[in-house]
């Protein structure tokens, strides 16, 4: 299990495993948030805590974030699977950086193609900072 | 060059006019606790000029922790922080995030790690005073 929490402490996930692979999103808002989503299921494997602002994407998701600290928590899905489940992502910059410095990174394209770009072989303490 | 940028919901926008055309931008990825979490990558040029508009100023909130000496400008709709200022000795200073450029090509950006945690508030200042952009204006935001 790993947890995440924002700076001032508010806002906090957890997930159920440290996960093989980080997204790192080139859409015009992945890349002004500077996020790494692991992805799962609310109330399955992730589960959130604390208040956060919700700004809505379109119909797909919303990105949520703290109101006092401005750190971006998670990304929920604004509907349901047809299983009934939620998609949702954490950013695992909440988490503490050495239990996922080895995670891969996935370049993911998220503002021309929609579509995965090809691995570096790069791991999150390669891009941490 | 007039390098514009902003947060996603372009509540607060800038633009930096950044001479002669850099052929270079230094990317700076403060190690501090908050530039980690937000994953801030920053730039500056001391000599450039920096023209920031606010549409709803209400919906701005402006962060500070540490040494309590720089404010991180966070929209409160989208949870971006394009711009952090610091006023010393009575002077606007700022630098910016190249995450929220909007024009620049990323290929220009050279990244690198910057680690400021040992320093003194003065030393801290003084090189804020060296490196920050130092013409700074808040103007008021055009419509459309």
Known sequence: MIKGSCLCGSATWQLDEIPASATACSCTACRRYGALWAYGYEGEDIRVGGETTPYVRGTALSFNFCPKCGCVSHWRGSKLDEQGRRRMAVNLRMAEPGPIAHVLIDHFDGLEKWDDLPSDGKCIKDVWF | ?144
């Open chain 2, 1 to 144: 060059m007039i390098i514009e940028g902003g947060c996603h919901c372009r509540n607060i926008t800038f633009t930096l006019r950044w001479e002669p055309d850099p052929t270079e931008i230094p990317a700076r990825a403060c190690t501090c606790t908050f530039c980690v979490k937000h994953g801030g990558v920053w730039t500056s040029n001391p000599k450039g000029s920096l023209r920031v508009s606010i549409e709803d100023r209400s919906r701005v909130n402006e962060y500070a922790f540490g040494t309590r000496t720089a404010l991180f400008h966070t929209c409160r709709r989208c949870g971006i922080v394009p711009v952090v200022t610091s006023t010393i000795d009575g002077h606007l200073y700022a630098v910016v995030s190249v995450n929220a450029f909007e024009n620049v090509d990323p290929a220009m950006l050279k990244r690198s790690p910057a680690t400021f945690d040992a320093e003194s508030p003065d030393t801290r200042l003084a090189r804020r005073v060296r490196n920050w952009i130092a013409d700074v204006q808040f103007v008021p935001a055009t419509p459309g």
